[in-house]
């Protein structure tokens, strides 16, 4: 659905990530319950894609002489950097290990996160490394996601020096 109603670098997502219906092989259900999430930066596509939700699970319940409903729950807000903090944590990174280290190229994340009840609140930062290594190609939200320690580690160090800035501060 996605590919056919948002351009392709908006970055939304819609995902069904539970389905509860019947408990039995052989008896047809009386309904199923669908969870998931819809996710973009703009709230004109949201609008749009919680409206062709809408409109698939009505015709899908239509078409099998049944009922469908939607109800939405309002997201996550965008999460928003804040641009003093980027500017000392690029300096801690260029300190640590390297210009080539950090880039602040904006990385089309998929418009929603927890971490945007934060920095809706307080100057926040929020940053993405690079978890990707020979033998560990998985794509994060995904069960077999995992960082190694090779990454992990350093990365934990630069963002306790970043915290430790910030109170000698």
Known sequence: MVSREVPG????VVTVGVIREGEAANIICPSVVMEGTIRTRSPVRRALLIQRVREIAQGAASMHRGQGGLIIRA???????????????????????????????????????????????????????????????????????????????????????????????
């Open 75 to 169: 997201g996550e807000p965008p999460v928003m950097n804040d641009p003093e903090m980027v500017n000392r944590f690029r300096q801690l990174v260029h300190a640590a290990v390297g210009h080539e280290a950090f880039s602040d190229e904006k990385q089309r994340g998929d418009g929603s996160d927890d971490f945007g009840f934060y920095s809706a609140c307080v100057p926040s930062i929020y940053f993405w490394f690079g978890s990707r290594a020979p033998g560990n190609d998985s794509h994060l939200h995904t069960p077999t996601f995992g960082v190694s320690d090779d990454l992990l580690i350093p990365t934990t160090e630069l963002a306790v020096g970043y915290i430790l800035d910030l109170l000698r501060s």
């Open 9 to 12: 670098d908006d970055g939304a």
